[in-house]
């Protein structure tokens, strides 16, 4: 296990001290210095390529730590992956497998069984509650692939929330989903807040981010294509979530903020 400089949390569930991450050895997001402390909602916000999945993917171990310390709910994220529940972005989902959704909830419980692990009473019962809560408990013996993608994404909270996770990650998780199906993953986000856990999602939303979350940590791009992004804010909602500080992160003075969405002229004529 590497040793990544920082001893002790003090109630963090991740801090990040000059911190970079990309992967290859070409970093793609740096300059990262911040706190969250447990049992704030964060709300991550930039760009497309700012780093905001790569970020995710750092807290997870996944992207290389290419410059600074990080730590996870006081561990390396490695060593802390266990406490952290995921929600990938939709387009890296694999819907060919003949799963049933009971068993892709189950998988949420491999991490800390093992792949071979037996799943005991008491983790069973964790994946119905899972179910439960994600309102599948209808759905629970339906092939996975079969189901919409609202309910594919249900179905992947639910395996994220079937541990019991300190720590929960989720990736652009309100993209296409319908009115009901967000509102029932903004009442979710704010109930596992509600119980301790510490929450960042990643999101082009700002209706999301003033509805579920505490914090917001704005990403930049580079100014040329390829350099890393960086922050640029990270704070309260009330302090950070400014139109400049949004401009800033989107380089761009025709940038709209308004209640719900961050857009810009540019994002707009990319699509
Ligand atoms: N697995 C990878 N290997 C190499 N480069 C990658 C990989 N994943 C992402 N990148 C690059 O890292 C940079 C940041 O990408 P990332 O997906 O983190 O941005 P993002 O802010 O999440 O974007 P989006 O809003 O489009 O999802 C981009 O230049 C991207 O091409």
Wanted: proline share 4%; with cysteine; aromatic share 4%.
């Amino acid at each position: 296990m590497s040793d990544t400089g920082v001893t002790g949390h003090g109630g963090a569930a991740l801090h990040l001290a000059g911190a970079a991450f990309g992967y290859g050895g070409v970093t793609r997001v740096e300059d990262l210095d911040l706190v969250v402390p447990e049992g704030a909602a964060v709300a991550l916000i930039g760009p497309n390529g700012s780093g905001k999945s790569t970020l995710l993917r750092g807290i997870l171990g996944l992207a290389d730590l290419t410059a600074g310390s990080v730590r996870v709910l006081g561990e390396t994220p490695e060593a802390a992956r266990r406490s952290v529940g995921t929600l990938p972005q939709s387009d890296a989902r694999d819907t060919s497998l003949p799963v049933t959704v009971r068993t892709v909830v189950t998988m949420g419980l491999y991490r800390e069984a093992g792949p071979f692990g037996r799943i005991g009473r008491g983790g069973r019962e964790a994946v119905q509650h899972a179910i439960d809560l994600v309102g599948l408990s209808a759905f629970a013996g339906r092939l996975f692939g079969e189901l919409s993608g609202g309910q594919q994404q249900r179905a992947i909270l639910a395996r994220a929330l079937a541990s019991h996770p300190r720590l929960l990650l989720l990736d652009e998780p309100f993209n296409g989903l319908d009115r009901e199906n967000r509102e029932m993953l903004l009442d979710l986000v704010a109930r596992q807040r509600d119980e301790g856990r510490t929450v960042i999602v990643s999101t082009h939303d700002l209706e999301i981010a003033k509805a579920a979350c505490t914090h917001v940590l704005l990403l930049a791009s580079g100014h040329e294509p390829g350099e890393p992004g960086h922050p640029a804010a990270f704070g309260t909602l009330a302090d950070a979530l400014t139109l400049d500080a949004v401009q800033h992160a989107f380089h761009d003075s025709t940038v709209e903020i308004d209640e719900h969405t961050v857009t810009t002229t540019r994002e707009v004529d990319a699509q």
